[in-house]
């Protein structure tokens, strides 16, 4: 079996003793431990959200679909559907840097107006 992870337990003598964890144990451990630091902060929930590989995923689907001639996105649209309520954030971030990107598009288009006018 694959060894992940060194980890102690106590003995009943109270002294340590070396156990390997496999990763399926260390996936279980890790899993438990982000969800206490999500009871307890509640806005950590959304920073591991976005380290699953399901919002890479979503992330990466929602990219090409926006390369792709509307006419051809309805299969990357039915895939994006499919994640419902994982597809939120990935959907929103995404919206949320298009529109700071356009907002600076705009910027330096009004700042460059602006130089063109002082000449």
């Known amino acids: ?18 156990e390997e964890w496999t990763e399926e144990q260390f996936v279980e451990s890790l899993d438990l431990v982000m969800k206490e630091q999500e009871s307890k902060n ?13 919002y890479q995923q979503i992330k990466q689907l929602v990219a090409q679909m926006l390369m792709m001639e509307p006419e051809t996105r309805d299969p990357l649209l039915q895939k994006i ?11 929103l971030d995404t919206l949320l ?13 009004t700042a460059s107006s602006e130089e063109q006018g002082e000449m």
């Open 81 to 91: 559907k499919s994640c419902k309520e994982k597809a939120v954030l990935p959907l």
């Open 1 to 18: 079996m694959f060894k992940f992870w060194n980890r102690f337990k106590k003995s009943s003598k109270n002294s340590s003793q070396s």
């Open 97 to 109: 840097a298009l529109d700071a990107m356009a907002r600076a598009a705009r910027a330096a288009r």
């Open 42 to 54: 509640p806005e950590i929930k959304e920073v591991h959200e976005k380290l699953s590989p399901e």
